[in-house]
């Protein structure tokens, strides 16, 4: 890298002022990297919750097996899903290329903390104990435990507000006292601090007002082979109007949708990433004009021997590069590190991932390109007419 | 690119014809540089000198091609400067070494690097830089510092850096304004003397705006300009060999080397072929001679003989003076002067002789007094 783009025909290489420049003023530099690298790690961590909450978003879906679910016309999101009569499901069962149609329960209920004894939200799921309802097979055999009332199955990956959760525990579910059985790993994302499976007849005493014959969900299984959308216009066509039919993608769609659309998050964290950007792009710019301010003296000496402008204005964006390439690493690193600590500590499911890192370099490389091109138009200034006294 | 030998240029470093430059829209107080001519040779060193606000810098940015040329003929090394594009003008500069009283060097840059900018411009230069670089910072003195930065140096050093800048890639001419402001007379020296062998040794020319008197005499022409016009333009060399002529007559031995150098400045040069006459036995004297080169005879008619039988007084050569006695005695020439080899010759008028010889009384009845002896 240097003044002027090399070709290759010959040795020797130019001096890369960009980079002397960076090296001398160190302190100058340490303290614009500073600037630039929180812009980043800024980056990365709205770019991160909002990744994580789209992963959160269906983390739930993700664990249960399904291709297609029944829900009532009024489904709003997981824990908001209205509820229809079960017998539905024996409609959806009757169609060709059904394997299965199995209610699922689910709601939002306080799980105490059997070590303080608070308090603390939890999805709750009513499910029967033959129902094949996880996607791991390993894990549905704990399900028969739950043919006691008395018994709870939990996600050991829930928040630590909710207390000890292994096998053994006693605790309460609103006001049902249960005893873990048996537990698997998982994580419940935005939705809840965890999840516990009980009985359905013990999620009806928690949830009197989903009494009755009603289901929340129903979770349809395909036979092998059978094609996808066919079966579900089968479903559909044998269903009446206050239920749906939903592929396993569209149920998915809606609650992503639910949480980044239709509530402020997503509008939350896209404003978040743009003020990152915005205000990145700022204070790069202000380092750059300010060093070509700086510089103006030697730079149009360099026009006046002979270098084009071209030349100086890519010096320029070569250094807005830097910038953002130096800025990058400690702010990748240290995001790695919040990441971990923040799944850690709020149960998110946050993670790098390259994707992630090129996305963000891009955008780092996209904002000191911008801010070197606005820097660039101080160039101008740089008269070598003006140099002679 | 290779100076081309255009009409515009022919072999010239640089050639000026009626360059006129005007600052700004409104001409309030007129241009700023009128009507200037200028020729520089190459291999010239060339002192431009002037009271402040003559338009010494404006004329160094138009040749310099820092500026556009508003009026006027300019060729800069076979490049006629009028209407070139950017891309033109900046091939032009590369080509020229700009020596600026700021220095303008890269604080964050080693003297090594900051030459090595210079060279870097070059591809052909490219992978010698370094060792061009270190070359020319040690031919300005500069042989030990090649690894500090500007911080490290001295005013007068720095200036040294800027120099070595100026004259790593070799330019074809340079252009500097005050370069030796900030130097002691032995920085300056090395800077003015490394400029005289570029001179020499590539044939550099070299225009130099500058009020030192300590290295006056690197000066092969001194233009002085006035209100943005060439007031005088004088060969130094040649101004300093007329004087040491004059002073070796009898006629001007003891003036003052500025009465001398007045003398020569007034002097008018002839060119003349073998064969003819410079003037004729029984003239009227209206003028004194020097011979700058060349050969003349001094010759008397035979009295009584008018077909030209000739008698040869006299052969004079480089050096040698005639011509005064009809000024002196106020007398028709006592002889006649013909040319036997081309010469070159300088002429006083009588007027301008007179003022030189009166101004010290005494200095002129004594050469009457040396003249009363002679016949
Ligand atoms: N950029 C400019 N804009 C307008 N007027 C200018 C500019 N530069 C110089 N001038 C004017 O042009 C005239 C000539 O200036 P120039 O700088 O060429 O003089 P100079 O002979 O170099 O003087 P000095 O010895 O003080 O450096 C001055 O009257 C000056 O005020
Ligand atoms: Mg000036």
Known sequence: MGLLPRTGSHFGSRTSLAWRNLVHRRWRTVAALAGVGFTILLLFMQIGFYDACVVSATRVHEMLEFDAVVVSTHYVFLLQPGSFPDGRLALARSAPGVASAEPLLVGRAPWRNAATGNFYDVLAIGVAPDHDLFRDPSRNGALERLSSPLHAVVDRAGKPILGPLEVGTRSELRDQRLEVVADFEHGTGFVANGTVLV???????????????????????????????????????RLPEDVVALSRAQL??????????????????????????????????????????????????????????????????????????LGFVPAALLAALLYALTSRVAGLPLAMSPGRLLLVLGLTLAMCGASALLAIRRLERADPAELFP | MRPAST??????????????????????????????????EPGEIV??????????????????????????????????????????????????????????????????????????????????????????????????????????????????????????????????????????????????????????????????????????????????????????????????????????????????????????????????????????????????????S??????????GRQDGGEKVLARLGEGDVFGETALLTREPRNATVRVVEPCELLALGQEDFRTALDRSKTLGEELRDILSLRS
Not at chain 1, 206 to 219: D, I, K, M, Y
Not at chain 2, 13 to 21: C, E, K, Q, S
Not at chain 2, 188 to 205: K, N, P, S, Y
């Open chain 2, 294 to 303: 060349g050969a003349v005879e001094v010759l008397t008619r035979h009295d």
């Open chain 2, 7 to 40: 009409e515009s240029g022919e072999s010239l470093a640089v050639r000026a014809r009626g360059v006129t430059h005007t600052y700004g829209e409104a001409a309030d107080d007129g241009p700023v540089l009128r009507d200037i001519d200028l020729d520089l």
């Open chain 1, 252 to 325: 998915e769609r809606r609650d992503r949708r639910f949480y980044l659309s239709d509530r402020p998050l997503g509008l939350i964290f896209t404003s978040g990433v743009a003020m990152a950007l915005g205000v990145g792009a700022l204070v790069l710019f202000q380092i750059l004009a300010s060093d070509i301010s700086h510089h103006l003296g030697e730079f149009a000496t360099l026009k006046a021997i002979g270098y084009r402008t071209t030349a100086l204005r890519l010096q320029v964006l070569e250094q807005g590069a830097l910038f953002g390439l």
């Open chain 2, 47 to 292: 002192i431009l000198t002037g009271p402040s606000g003559s338009g010494k810098t404006t004329l160094l940015t138009l040749i310099g091609a820092l500026r556009r040329l508003q009026q006027g003929e300019l060729a800069v090394l076979g490049h006629a400067l009028a209407g070139l594009d950017d891309e033109r003008l900046v091939a032009v500069r590369r080509r020229i070494g700009f020596i600026f009283q700021s220095h303008n060097l890269f604080a964050s840059l080693t003297a090594r690097q900051n030459v090595r900018l210079g060279a870097e411009l070059h591809r052909e230069l490219l992978p010698d830089a370094d060792r061009l670089a270190s070359e020319t910072l040690a031919a300005v003195g500069l042989g030990d510092k090649l690894d500090s930065k500007p911080g490290e140096l001295s005013g007068g050093q720095r200036q040294r850096v800027a120099v070595a800048r100026a004259l790593v890639a070799s330019p074809r001419l340079v252009l500097a304004d005050e370069p030796t402001a900030a130097l002691d007379r032995d920085s300056g020296r090395l800077v003015v003397d490394l400029l005289q062998r570029l001179g020499r040794e590539h044939g550099t020319t070299t225009l130099l705006v500058t009020h030192d008197h300590r290295i006056l005499d690197v000066a092969d022409r001194i233009v002085s300009m006035v209100d943005g016009r060439i007031a005088s333009d004088v060969r130094v060399a040649e101004s300093v060999r007329i004087c040491e002529f004059l002073a070796r007559t009898e006629l001007f031995r003891g003036q003052t080397p500025g009465a001398l150098a007045e003398i020569a400045e007034q002097m008018q040069r002839l060119e003349l072929a073998a064969g003819e006459t410079v003037f004729e036995q029984g003239d009227a004297g209206d003028r004194f001679y020097l011979v700058r």
């Open chain 1, 199 to 237: 009985n359905p007849a013990t999620f009806r005493r928690v949830f009197p007002e989903a009494a009755g014959r009603t289901a929340h969900l129903g979770l349809i299984s395909y036979h092998h082979g059978s094609d996808p959308e066919r079966t579900l216009a089968e479903i559909a066509r």
